[in-house]
């Protein structure tokens, strides 16, 4: 969506203030020996005690209130019985609508002790966001956050996964602009308009570049070929000064 008011534009720091929060919850509940199931009725509980409703239920009927993905999974993973172990990389994505209005975050977290290269990972996850986040603003190009998170990946030798793009988000979980690259595209020649709403959420690996279901799953997503993956997302405000950040918890 394009915010056209103020009234819009509060709306919008709500929701995106409650899912902030949910996901930095339930990043802080991570522990050994407890399920995805139990994480994600943490997050549920989150959203419910403030009048917000889980999006992935609520538009695309996914079983579970947040996506929770362990280790090889990178993406959309469904909560269940799987028990979280010393030594995982989880990614946690929070998504949720009140009043009519959508925000998606999400984050990567790990579970002590683990390796030197993950907790690398980790670190430079973050950094490759904010590069994206800093080519935000009314009238640049978008093309240029998916190259200035090209740029981060190649210096620091890392690999991007190009089949999970960034989105417009607002009126509803996903929408124009869509399939926003958070990658090289050579063919991208779309402006950000002042006021657009949209997410940046790039997924930087150790040597994935794809995204695949597998036969018996339709939501979850697994590294193509295996590798440690992470992701980092934001919902952002392109402004004439630059990213207005929705998805900051208080």
Known sequence: ????????????????????????????ALEPGMTTAELDAIGRDCLEREGARPAPELAYGFPGATCISVNEEIAHGIPGDRRIAAGDLINIDVSAEKAGFFSDTGASFTVPPVDRRIERLCRDGKRALWAGIGQVGAGKPMAGIGQAVGRFAQKNRYTLVRNLASHGVGRSLHEEPTELATWPDRSERRIMEKGLVFTVEPFLSLGADWAEHREDDRWTLYAEPSAPT????????????GALVLTLAD
């Open 1 to 28: 969506m394009t915010i056209s008011n103020d009234d819009e534009l509060q709306a919008l720091r709500e929701i995106g203030r409650i899912i902030a929060r949910a996901l930095a919850t339930m990043g802080k």
């Open 230 to 241: 992470v992701q980092y997302e934001h919902t952002v405000v392109a402004t004439p000064s």
